[in-house]
């Protein structure tokens, strides 16, 4: 079945570090990639999508994009600040199908 | 944009009672709409989709009697949390599909039910 893999947390930053999380997806056809946000106590936030290969999402100095090659949907910052500590949830999508979700990485950034 | 509104944001219930938890759409309508739940410091499971005017389909290991469901209109969806236990506390959240934006779900910010 369909299923998301994502990089192992937690992670800890020092503000303005360069920030990658992994993803990469198992999926018979091409589906919708997400990245969602959790931030403490609140529910998910979507913060970029892409919808087809070499698709590029960006969100608030976030970037990432729809690799089909390597099955991968990586999520990077340059500069990462002490507010974008939250959860963070690779998803992928089909149309009218339910979404499936990574099992998330906690990130935290340390001024 | 699109909008979920969750409500209650937080419950607190003695064990044996029912909780109702409301998901509502509120600048576009839902044909279906998505009821997760999640424990912590884990990812979210699917419980069931909500579908407008019929039945809801419950995930594998899901019990359909203690989960209602309900999803009278096009903009609301109603999870009911029947003879709660303690093993039930958890974060719940829906989401709902905005059916003119495809491939685009909004979630709700959650309820968080403790059951005492």
């Known amino acids: 079945g369909d299923s998301v893999t994502q990089m192992e947390g937690p992670v800890t930053l020092s503000e303005e570090a360069f920030l990658t999380i992994n993803c990469t997806y198992t999926?018979?056809?091409?589906?919708?990639l997400f990245w969602y946000v959790q931030y403490p106590g609140e529910g998910l936030q979507l913060l970029l999508k892409?919808?087809?290969?070499?698709d590029k999402g960006s969100n608030k100095g976030f970037e990432a994009t729809y690799r089909k090659e390597t099955t991968s949907f990586h999520l990077e910052k340059g500069s990462v600040q002490v507010s974008d500590s939250a959860v963070y949830f690779c998803?992928?999508?089909?149309?009218?199908?339910?979404?499936?979700f990574g099992t998330g990485t906690r990130l935290t950034i340390i001024p | 944009g699109a909008v979920v509104s969750q409500h209650p944001s937080r419950v607190i219930c003695k064990s044996g009672t029912s909780v109702k938890i409301e998901c509502r759409s509120l600048?576009?309508?839902?044909?279906?709409m998505f009821w997760y739940r999640q424990f912590p410091k884990q990812s979210l499971m699917l419980m069931a989709t909500?579908?407008?005017?019929?039945?809801?389909?419950?995930e594998q290991g899901v019990e359909k009697d203690k989960f209602l469901i309900n999803h009278a209109s096009l903009t609301l969806s109603t999870l009911t949390v029947t003879s709660a236990h303690p093993e039930d506390s958890s974060f719940y959240i829906c989401?709902?599909?905005?059916?003119?934006?495809?491939?685009?779900?909004?979630f709700g910010a959650g309820s968080r039910l403790t059951v005492l």
């Open positions: 989401s709902a599909r905005d059916e003119a934006g495809a491939n685009v779900l909004t």
């Open positions: 999926a018979t056809g091409y589906p919708s």
């Open positions: 892409a919808t087809k290969a070499d």
């Open positions: 998803a992928l999508y089909f149309g009218n199908e339910k979404l499936t």
């Open positions: 600048d576009f309508q839902a044909t279906t």
């Open positions: 909500s579908n407008e005017g019929s039945k809801a389909t419950y």
